[in-house]
């Protein structure tokens, strides 16, 4: 999902690594107890990355990390090179059952919105959906509609640029990233909590 030299160097298949140090910033940023807790989400027991990547080179990103944090996560991607346990599923073709707690990912940038509205289906009430996205997300004409149905409960700036290329760490993004959650059932007639971290 990076942005630097769209349209020429773009991964084909947008599968960008994500880095270990932005999911790292974002859970300690919600964690309670951590010193860098801006508030406190509780992601419950039952977590799902429906495009957790992973590769022969790279192990997938947010189940690794989560993994850390004592959070088991359920691991699907599309690309069958994957390291997710189940390969080959096509996450906006699933149907959910409401049976977790949260649904975590980078998502495709092409297919965001239509991952939160897929995610939806797969949290319980109150269930959260956590992507990983650029912060001009917000913008554009296409998403405008988008954003005045969707429950957004908080946006986690992070304030460092990341670069998605473990072979070249050096090569930062030209945007900022964050983390957006939403929360099924939230009631957003206030605007949502923003917390730079």
């Known amino acids: 999902m990076s942005s630097t030299n769209r349209g020429t160097e773009r991964n084909k298949e947008d599968y960008y690594v ?11 940023a919600t964690e309670l107890g951590s010193p860098n807790c801006k508030t406190v989400l509780d992601l419950g027991e039952r977590l799902l ?17 989560l993994n850390q944090f004592n959070f ?12 997710a346990a189940l390969t080959g599923v096509d996450f906006l073709k699933t149907e959910g059952k409401g049976s977790y707690d949260t649904v975590i990912t980078n998502p495709p940038f092409k297919d965001s919105t239509e991952f939160v509205v897929k995610a939806m289906e797969h949290v319980r009430e109150r269930g959260l959906i956590i992507m990983l996205q650029r912060l001009n997300w917000l913008g554009s004409v296409k998403r405008f509609q988008f954003w ?5 409960h908080s946006v986690f700036v992070h304030h460092k640029r990341a670069g998605f290329n473990p072979e070249k760490p050096n090569d930062k993004d030209s945007i ?4 957006f959650v939403f ?15």
């Open 18 to 28: 994500t880095p270990h140090w932005m999911i790292r910033e974002f859970l300690e």
């Open 49 to 65: 990355d429906p495009a957790a990547g992973g590769c022969e080179k790279y192990e997938m990103s947010y189940p690794t990390v």
């Open 72 to 83: 088991e996560v359920d691991a699907w991607d599309i690309r069958e090179d994957s390291r």
């Open 148 to 152: 005045g149905t969707q429950p957004l």
């Open 176 to 179: 900022e990233y964050a983390h």
């Open 183 to 197: 929360r099924k059932g939230y009631n957003n007639l206030f605007a949502p909590n923003l917390y730079i971290i």
